[in-house]
């Protein structure tokens, strides 16, 4: 960290950030990578004058995206599941029989507990949204539910179990990162998690309820037409099968994504013995593009694809670059030894914790790092007021694990927004236990209710 970095300095060119981003998405209303781009540009602008030579500003930016190169691989082998299981039936099926079971106005609490239940026993919000998140998809398209609402259930539904679940590598992360017993950190965070979780139930009861939903006619039609150009059999979810199992004995994610893939590619020629390699590949590299006649099936079907990934791709590349460069520089660090005679009393420093888990999130759009830099910051302060470090590893879950859905150009909302087909923006408003788990954190901090004390000695 340059020495003549001062902390008001700092909190300006932060705020300008997180300003320039703010109103480029919400007021512009425009893509949010050359924002992202004109971030780095003053930062770098920021850093040099104030003494930082450029071969640390370029290996900032680079280290940001080499620790990234794990969710770039992880949304490469997603643009292949989707299309995959797109050409192999196994989205079509799943979206036949859904479209029977589920109504248009219990989608969202159906969506919700769906999803809980499988990232429960994945541990993963990633695997969820890709595998049933994106059939829940195809079904509220056809059913007629909003999209946005139906795509914060599932959002909602996948980060509880990423949370919750003892398989869970952001949990195991949290409470690993500053030496807590896992299992009484997610027995810790239920005080937060579940009665967002009951509020959120709640909210989609009421709303599911006046969402409007697509005719028997439409629906008819929707199954006669999937039935026409897809092999509807129970063989075309092998690979899902596949994937849940191997995702459910903790194999690493993208080695399970690629057997998902392989095995809808075998499926694919077992059902549909009419395409060729070379149609195959160019599905793997362009996404599903067939005509059915029925505009709204086609919106749902042509879906994955390595090249509309892209998008995603090289907004996060940018994000994860900008990242890596204020972590270079020790911007956060510098705050936080400003602001240290603030952090006495237990409510501020829960509430500063928090604020550092989402200015992480703002700042580098990385989930990882809004667990890592609050707990290696803040663990001493913790120690040094008696203040039990379990409520750090909550709050480090709930202002990092849970926020980061909700910053559109994050890894979490890129992938969100990529899986799903809806933008971060359309699903933020209806992902509601995502910011209700948050302000319980707040409100227990400030009235020392549902706070864990250390044990005397």
Same mark, same amino acid.
């Given at each position: 960290m340059n020495q003549r970095m001062k902390a008001p300095a700092v909190v300006l060119l932060l705020v300008l950030i997180v300003a320039i981003m703010f109103s480029s998405l919400v007021l512009l209303k425009v893509e949010p990578h050359i924002p992202l781009f004109f971030c780095i540009m003053i930062t770098s602008i920021f850093a040099l004058v104030s003494g930082v030579k450029w071969k640390q500003i370029e290996k900032g930016l680079i280290a940001g995206i080499v620790n990234g190169i794990q969710p770039l691989m992880l949304l490469f082998m997603i643009s292949f599941v989707i299309?995959?299981?797109?050409?192999? %039936?196994?989205?079509?099926?799943?979206?036949?029989?859904?479209?029977?079971?589920?109504?248009?106005?219990?989608?969202?609490?159906?969506?919700?507990?769906?999803?809980? &239940?499988?990232?429960?026993?994945?541990?993963?919000?990633?695997?969820?949204?890709?595998?049933?998140?994106?059939?829940?998809? %195809?079904?509220?398209?056809?059913?007629?539910?909003?999209?946005?609402?139906?795509?914060?259930?599932?959002?909602?539904?996948?980060?509880?179990?990423?949370?919750?679940?003892? @398989?869970?590598?952001?949990?195991?992360?949290?409470?690993?990162?500053?030496?807590?017993?896992? $299992?009484?950190?997610?027995r810790h965070m239920m005080w937060t998690t579940v009665p967002a979780l009951i509020i959120t139930a709640i909210i989609f009861v009421f709303v599911g309820h006046h969402s409007s939903g697509a005719s028997l006619d439409q629906l008819t039609e929707m199954k006669r037409v999937l039935g026409s150009h897809f092999t509807i059999t129970l063989w075309t979810l092998l690979s899902? &099968?596949?994937?849940?199992?191997?995702?459910?004995?903790?194999?690493?994610?993208?080695?399970?994504?690629?057997?998902?893939?392989?095995?809808?590619?075998?499926?694919? $020629?077992?059902?549909?013995?009419?395409?060729? @390699?070379?149609?195959?590949?160019?599905?793997?590299?362009? /996404?599903?593009? #067939?005509?059915? /006649?029925?505009?709204?099936?086609?919106?749902?079907?042509?879906?994955?694809?390595?090249?509309? #990934?892209?998008?995603?791709?090289? @907004?996060? #590349?940018?994000?994860?670059?900008? /990242?890596?460069?204020?972590?270079?520089?020790?911007?956060?660090?510098?705050? &936080?030894?400003?602001?240290?005679?603030? #952090?006495k009393k237990t409510g501020h420093l829960i509430a500063m914790t928090a604020a550092t888990g989402l200015g992480v999130n703002l700042l580098t759009g990385e989930m990882y790092l809004s667990i890592l830099l609050p707990g290696q910051s803040f663990k001493k302060y913790y120690e040094q007021h008696n203040v039990s470090l379990l409520n750090l590893s909550r709050t480090m879950e709930d202002a990092g694990t849970l926020i980061n859905p909700l910053v559109?150009?994050?890894?979490? %909302?890129?992938?969100?927004?990529?899986?799903?087909?809806?933008?971060?923006?359309?699903?933020?408003? $209806?992902?509601?236990?995502?910011?209700?788990?948050p302000l319980f954190t707040l409100i227990y901090g400030y009235t020392g209710i549902g706070l864990a004390s250390n044990e005397k000695k």
């Open positions: 299309a995959s299981w797109m050409m192999s %039936g196994a989205v079509p099926t799943l979206l036949y029989y859904g479209m029977g079971f589920i109504k248009p106005e219990w989608f969202a609490i159906s969506a919700l507990f769906i999803t809980i &239940l499988v990232s429960t026993f994945t541990g993963s919000s990633f695997t969820t949204a890709s595998t049933v998140g994106v059939a829940l998809m %195809g079904i509220a398209h056809a059913l007629g539910v909003n999209p946005g609402l139906a795509a914060g259930a599932i959002v909602c539904g996948a980060c509880f179990g990423d949370k919750m679940s003892p @398989l869970s590598d952001s949990t195991n992360l949290a409470s690993g990162t500053i030496g807590v017993n896992l $299992f009484n950190h997610i899902p &099968l596949c994937v849940m199992i191997l995702a459910f004995r903790k194999v690493s994610i993208i080695p399970t994504l690629m057997i998902g893939v392989v095995t809808a590619i075998v499926t694919t $020629f077992f059902v549909n013995d009419t395409l060729t @390699l070379s149609q195959i590949i160019n599905t793997l590299q362009n /996404g599903l593009q #067939m005509k059915t /006649g029925n505009v709204a099936v086609d919106a749902i079907i042509n879906k994955g694809g390595l090249l509309p #990934m892209m998008w995603s791709v090289s @907004l996060i #590349m940018i994000a994860l670059a900008l /990242g890596g460069l204020l972590q270079s520089l020790g911007l956060l660090d510098l705050l &936080l030894k400003s602001a240290g005679g603030a #952090m559109p150009w994050s890894v979490s %909302g890129a992938f969100f927004a990529a899986t799903l087909g809806v933008s971060a923006l359309d699903y933020i408003p $209806f992902a509601f236990l995502l910011y209700l788990s």
